[in-house]
């Protein structure tokens, strides 16, 4: 059985940074593509990052380019969101997700798998 479990969310002050972090058990960690979303009260959720499975090409949204970054450590089976300069407007639940097809990227139509989720939320 697939489970994925987040850490890391807060409560920040604008500016600061925070690190979410995600495990995943049941599969092999790096035959699978992963991602970040987030969703905030009233709104879709929407992906945040995506990070491909053999390659480890990475994908973000343009909201946070240059502020987010995700990686993987395949040792661990952990995926990590580094969140620098954040905004009140970063505030969200935050999801993480792994593609259950083997070898997936990050285009196509993947298969997700959800965690939980971890709050984050920033102040002004």
């Known amino acids: 059985q697939v489970q994925v479990v987040e850490s890391g969310g807060g409560l920040v002050q604008a500016g600061e940074s925070l690190r979410l972090s995600c495990t995943v058990s049941g599969l092999t960690f790096d035959e699978h593509a992963m991602g970040w979303f987030r969703q905030a009260p009233g709104k879709e959720r929407e992906q945040v990052a995506c990070?491909?499975?053999?390659?480890?090409?990475?994908t973000s949204a343009d909201s946070v380019k240059g502020r987010f970054t995700i990686s993987r450590d395949g040792a661990k089976k952990t995926l990590f969101l580094q969140m620098n300069s954040l905004k009140p407007e970063d505030t969200a639940m935050y999801y993480c997700a792994t593609d259950l097809r083997i070898f997936g990227g990050c285009s196509g139509t993947p298969s997700w798998r959800w965690g939980q989720g971890t709050q984050v939320t920033v102040s002004s």
């Open positions: 990070i491909s499975s053999r390659r480890g090409t990475t």
